[in-house]
C-alpha cells in the first residue's frame, strides 16, 4: 500500500513538474507548480517527516507561490505567443535524446540503489528542534540571502508595474 502511494505522488510530482516547464501561460505553470509542491509533501510524509510536509504546504504553497502569483499578475504578464518553426527531424532527435537521458538515468539508480530500502528520516533530525539548528547555525546566510532575494523581487516587480503604467499613461495624453 504504501508503495502505491509513493507511486502515486511521485507520479504526481514527474508529470506536473513538466508541465511547470512546459506549459506557457505562467499563472498555470504557477498553478502546475502548486501540485508538485503539494505531491512532494505527501512524500516527506511518507518518510515519516510530517513536520517538513507542514512547513512544505504552509511556506513554499502557501507563502511563496501566492506571492509568485501576485508578482505575475502585478506584471499582467501575457501568454507566450512566439511561433516557432520547428522540424520534424528536430522533434523526433529531441523525443531519441529525452529517451536516451531517461535511461541513462534510471540505470544510474538501479545501479547505485537497485535493492535499497529508504530508512525513514530521523526523527531528531525532522523535528523542529533539528530543522532549527541546522537552519540557524550552518545555512543562516544563504537564508537570509533568499529572504533577501524574494524582497528584492517584490520591489523590482512593484517598481517595474508602476513604471509601465506611468508610460502607457504619458503615452495616452
Known sequence: MEMAIFLV???????????????????????????VLIASAGLFILLGSPFLAALQ????????????????????????RTVVARSPLQTWGALIAAFVLAG???????DAHGDATVEPL??????????????????LLPFEMIGLLLLVAVVAATWAAKREAGESEEGAE
Open 9 to 35: 505522488f511521485a507520479l504526481a510530482a514527474v508529470v506536473f513538474s513538466i508541465m511547470v516547464v512546459a506549459n506557457r501561460n505562467p499563472v498555470y505553470s504557477t498553478l502546475a507548480l502548486v501540485v
Open 57 to 80: 504546504v504552509l511556506l513554499y504553497t502557501g507563502a511563496i507561490l501566492v506571492l509568485f502569483l501576485f508578482v505575475i499578475m502585478l506584471l499582467n504578464v501575457q501568454r507566450e
Open 104 to 110: 541513462a538515468v534510471c540505470r544510474l539508480l538501479w
Open 122 to 139: 530521523d526523527p531528531a533530525f525532522a523535528s523542529l528542534r533539528g530543522i532549527s539548528e541546522v537552519l540557524f547555525s550552518t545555512y
